[in-house]
Structure formats: C-alpha cells, structure tokens
C-alpha cells in the first residue's frame, strides 16, 4: 500500500487512497480477532471481578459521602440506585460501624488484587476472588441486620443484591468442585 500511494500524484486522491488503506487494515485486523477468541473464559471472569470492584467501590464511596454529609455526591450517585432517598439513607449510613467501612474497603481491594492477578493469570486470583466475594456477603448480610437498611434500599434492590451473590457463588462452587479453576484451566492449556 505504501509503495501504491507514492505512485498517486494528486493529494486528495493520496488521501482517499490512506483512508482506505486504513480501512482494510482495521477491517482485516477485525477479522483476525473472532468472537470466540474475545469472549473466553478468562475475559468472562475479568468482566465479572470488574462488575465486583465497580458496585463495591460504588457502595463504600456513597456511604461514607452519607456519613460525611457530603448531600451533594451522595444524592447525585444515589440516582444511579432505583429508589434511593437521601433523607432515608442518612440513618443506615449512621447506624454502620466504623469496622464495616474497613471491611467494604478491604472487598474492594481485595476484589483489585484478583483483578491484578487475573489479568497476570497467577494462580492465585481465583482464592482470592473466593475470599473477596465471601467478605463482600458478609458485610451485606450484616448490613441486612441493620434495621435502617431496609428503609434505606428497596426490596427489588435486596433481591438482586441476593441474587447475584447466589449466582455468584454457584459458579464458584461448581468451578471448585468440578475440579476446574479458570486458572488450572488455563495452566492445562499452556502446557500443551
């Protein structure tokens, strides 16, 4: 292509001629990259542990902007959450121990170094997202013992918290005791 376009005299036509190389270049590199190779196990897994990071960093930030009185930041996230009144949230956010917000903190981390390892494919980014998910139930079911929480969150809210955690963690139970970690999976295909 480059040797083609030093052998167009006129600069639009130059310029046509770029563009469509740019065009079958891309169009090409698209072909080379199939579905089956984009959607596999491991970048499943990643989109997952990356839903994880995002909704508990969402709910330890508009929690502590509550607690903080920061109405402004809290209100405005708030309208991403179906239902969400600022004045009914105020009492769950009081009502959290100082400890909860470590321990949501830590998910969050925690959920960020399996990430890390993920993308690494180290071995040990499947115990830690087991560990980082078992926290992150622990601080809802206990955030499910607060009184305020239920005034604070609507019942379709809770269902889908539910949900996802059951879904999550029959994935994980099934991945385990299959015998077939998304990281052995991997280790078992690098050595053929």
């Given at each position: 292509?480059?040797?083609?376009?030093?052998?167009?005299?006129?600069?639009?036509?130059?310029?046509?001629?770029?563009?469509?190389?740019?065009?079958?270049?891309?169009?090409?590199?698209?072909?080379?990259?199939?579905?089956?190779?984009?959607?596999?196990?491991?970048?499943?897994?990643?989109?997952?542990?990356?839903?994880?990071?995002?909704?508990?960093?969402?709910n330890v930030i508009i929690?502590?902007?509550?607690?903080?009185?920061?109405?402004?930041?809290?209100?405005?996230?708030?309208?991403?959450?179906?239902?969400?009144?600022?004045?009914?949230?105020?009492?769950?956010?009081?009502?959290?121990?100082?400890?909860?917000?470590?321990?949501?903190?830590?998910?969050?981390?925690?959920?960020?170094?399996?990430?890390?390892?993920?993308?690494?494919?180290?071995?040990?980014?499947?115990?830690?997202?087991?560990?980082?998910?078992?926290l992150s139930l622990c601080?809802?079911?206990?955030?499910?013992?607060?009184?305020?929480?239920?005034q604070a969150i609507s019942?379709?809210?809770?269902?889908?918290?539910?949900?996802?955690?059951?879904?999550?963690?029959?994935?994980?139970?099934?991945?385990?005791?299959?015998?077939?970690?998304?990281?052995?999976?991997?280790?078992?295909?690098?050595?053929?």
């Amino acid at each position: 292509m480059r040797t083609e376009a030093q052998h167009i005299g006129d600069d639009r036509e130059a310029l046509g001629w770029a563009l469509g190389s740019v065009r079958v270049g891309l169009t090409e590199r698209l072909r080379m990259l199939r579905t089956h190779k984009v959607l596999t196990i491991h970048s499943l897994a990643v989109s997952w542990i990356v839903m994880f990071i995002v909704s508990s960093a969402f709910n330890v930030i508009i929690a502590l902007a509550t607690r903080l009185r920061f109405h402004g930041m809290a209100s405005a996230m708030g309208r991403l959450i179906e239902g969400f009144h600022y004045d009914r949230y105020v009492p769950l956010a009081d009502a959290m121990p100082m400890e909860l917000f470590v321990l949501m903190g830590l998910v969050v981390i925690l959920f960020s170094v399996s990430l890390s390892l993920s993308l690494k494919r180290h071995s040990a980014a499947f115990a830690v997202f087991c560990g980082a998910v078992g926290l992150s139930l622990c601080a809802w079911l206990y955030l499910l013992g607060i009184p305020a929480y239920g005034q604070a969150i609507s019942p379709q809210h809770r269902w889908r918290i539910g949900a996802c955690f059951i879904l999550t963690t029959g994935v994980l139970s099934a991945l385990r005791f299959c015998g077939s970690t998304p990281n052995s999976s991997m280790q078992r295909l690098g050595r053929r």
